[in-house]
């Protein structure tokens, strides 16, 4: 091609042309690159200041750690399972330290100076104050009034550290039972290959027998719940709740050869029934050993909760929780929960949940905490 030839005027023609068109495209393409990073920044930046704000409402004590609240904040510290447990076990010195520390580096990198001293300073009001629970722990060692009341009736609970506490973790918890509904949960438990806790109410039959000794062979635990499930009855004295409780031990051994070291109150720990009650007793089945289990998330099955209600807030309240442990029922007042739980656990193995049965050291989930 000649310079001046109409080749090169052709040639040069559409270079020209291509510039044109195409240098704004490259050009706004850069612009939008550098705009989107530079939002990113921004909004990172943001994210630090929230958390930052929170953690000094959470170690200042104006805020609680809720169990969401919690989960969206340590989650998001970059703290590890580990560290986690580690600050919901000891809190405040160990771990606390470390979230302290964290949210002073990122103070220092959004130039935040103002806020530098206040999670320092809490933290250290934070760890006297959990002086407190510890001094008590050691003075609680009473020798018991109740001790002559089926004396081997004690278990050896885990220590403290060795309880098991795992992030996202689902325990399903069906109460009441067996019933004509046991065989069906039973076998939506195995379609989905998830291990449950049954807090039975059992009768010596031979049909009670019969399904104590399926749910024990399916390898799901089984817990006391209550052998009459009489609130005004159990809750009448610490001796009625022993007695009970006894009664119910005690065929879920005869039936499945199982000694369970869990339990659930009728009712819940908490209720209308057992106000004076519940401390005595709580205190003598601590001191036997044996742990309960409260719920943070309610199917509402017994409050008749339908269907399309219990699809839809089963698996978002187990979204609010750090663990899950939720109450549902094995009853015949309660149909629905047989109706709904296959696609409940549809939806929930499809989010990547955990399943675990409870066992004598998981960490228990408490109305009077720990909560989660
Ligand atoms: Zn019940």
Redesign the pocket.
Known sequence: MQFGSVAFFKMLIKIVLSIIFFLPLVLCIVFAVLLWNSNAEVNELKKDNERLEYYSLILSGEREPTVSGFYDIYARSGLSDEELIEYVLHGKDGAAQEVSDDAVDTATSAALTSDVSQPEQQTEDNSSASDEPDALQTDTEPVSQYAGIYPEMTVTPPSEDDYVRELGTVYLTF??GPSDNTYSILSYLEQYNIKATF?V?PTRTESCYAKLRAIAEAGHSIGV??AS?VYDDIYSSVEAFLEDFHDAWDIIYDATGIKTEIF?F??GSVNDFNADTRDYIIQEMTRRGFRFFDWNVDSND?GGANWTEMYNSIPADIAENYRSVVLM?D?ASTPNTVLVLGDVLHVLTNEGYKFDKINNDTLPVQFTGPFA
């Open positions: 109460d009441d807090f109410v719940h209550s499930h659930r009728p009712g017994a029922h009853s």
